[in-house]
């Protein structure tokens, strides 16, 4: 009867358990969702070198998601996945950039990462100027947290 019941409470242990790691990756996947949902930025997936060296961009190494030279794809489809599943309405496009690949196979890193950066701030500042032309009291109020401007999504 003693062994019944152990089994009963290991099953109801393991159970909750189950039940609490499910709750947790749900609300992990409910939270990542809802910040794409609102995302402005582009996102700019960058792969490391062979080596596992990240290009260093200063300020801009926030904007950057550095990847394993291995996984740039799969990240990438796991970024359009997550702007779908979001209905992320912003038009946030989805960059990628792989070391030495393609007609940059010689570059070394210096080179990478001026190429790199130079396309980052060159399709930021294009996305910028847009939006903020395009419309600019929503720009204001959302890139800068302009309070005083009356605008809801």
């Known amino acids: 009867m003693e062994q019944v019941q152990f089994i009963i409470l290991a099953f109801t242990m393991c159970a909750t358990i189950v039940a609490v ?5 749900w609300a992990r996947q409910w939270a990542e969702l809802y910040a794409f949902r609102r995302r402005f930025e582009d996102v700019y997936i960058v792969g490391k070198t062979p080596d596992g060296t990240e290009p260093d961009f200063g300020a ?11 996984d740039v794809y799969a990240t990438q489809q796991h970024y359009n ?10 038009g946030v496009s989805i960059y990628t950039w792989r070391y030495q690949y393609g007609a940059h ?3 070394t890193l ?3 990462t001026e190429r790199v950066l130079l396309d ?4 930021r500042a294009a ?3 847009y939006e903020a032309k395009e419309d600019p009291a929503w720009y204001q109020k959302y890139q800068h947290g302009e309070n005083y401007i ?4």
């Open 110 to 112: 210096e080179e990478y």
């Open 81 to 90: 996945e997550l702007l779908v599943a979001s209905q992320n309405q912003l």
């Open 105 to 107: 196979i010689n570059e």
């Open 127 to 129: 996305r910028h100027e």
């Open 60 to 70: 801009l190494n926030d904007l950057v998601d550095f990847v394993d030279a291995t």
């Open 150 to 153: 009356p605008y809801e999504w």
């Open 120 to 123: 980052i701030k060159s399709s």
């Open 21 to 25: 790691l499910s709750g947790l990756m």
